[in-house]
């Protein structure tokens, strides 16, 4: 049965035991997690995971931007970034390069729009961009995840995604981009097939979307 819980409730970050079940069962599906107390701890952690020179991907995510993690990663000089070598690419001509760099990076870090205590991910997109290095595609993944993500399944998550943060999307498309968002594409992550390749960061705070 899904649980009936109201829009509104899907921005308050969930209570320590129930933060502490996910882990548990995230864990139990391969993914290497840690709980942090904010987002500037976590900002720090993604420091330490990344090697020095690798490649990242920053997708878009509210709450990389929001910590400084996106910052930190595209302008810092310390990676070979690769959202602003894309950015400076031409999408007509070198479109099949860009799909390419975004697929394999040797590190993905972005976030996800649900997290179930059951120990999966849910993830929506309206290009799909960080859907090839999520599933497999990078070497590792590193999702920064806060506590208001925190749902009990994977029904609830669907609804967390409609009615909670596609609105949030679609105004702030709308203000970037002058066009709407939308759930074109759906992933969901059930387990890691190579333990520890997916490193989640549950922050005990709300952040992002």
């Known amino acids: 049965m899904t649980s009936q819980i109201p829009a509104t409730l899907f921005a308050d970050p969930v209570p320590a035991e129930r933060l ?18 904010d987002a500037a701890a976590a900002r720090a952690r993604v420091r330490e ?8 991907f920053t997708s878009a995510s509210e709450t990389t931007r929001l910590s400084g993690i996106d910052e930190d990663i595209n302008t810092g000089g310390r990676y070979e970034a690769l959202k602003p070598k894309v ?7 070198q479109g099949d390069d860009i799909r390419r760099l975004l697929a394999s990076p040797d590190v993905v870090v972005g ?3 649900a997290v179930t205590e059951t120990g999966s991910l849910v993830v929506a997109s309206a290009s799909g961009s960080q859907l090839p290095p999520y599933s497999g595609g990078a070497g590792r993944a590193i999702w920064i995840i806060g506590a208001q993500k925190v749902v009990p399944d994977v029904e609830t998550a669907l609804r967390r995604v409609e009615e909670y943060a596609l609105p ?8 970037a981009y002058g066009k709407p968002s939308a759930v074109n594409r759906l992933l969901i992550l059930n387990a890691e097939h190579i333990p520890g390749r997916g490193t989640v960061l549950l922050v005990r705070e709300a952040i992002g979307f």
């Open 87 to 93: 950015l400076a690419m031409d999408r007509v001509t």
């Open 20 to 37: 502490e079940r996910t882990a548990a069962a995230l864990t139990a599906h391969g993914f290497a997690v840690e709980i942090l107390d």
């Open 49 to 56: 995971l990344i090697p020095e020179g690798a490649s990242v």
């Open 168 to 175: 949030l999307e679609n105004t702030r498309a709308q203000g």
């Open 111 to 113: 976030s996800v729009a």
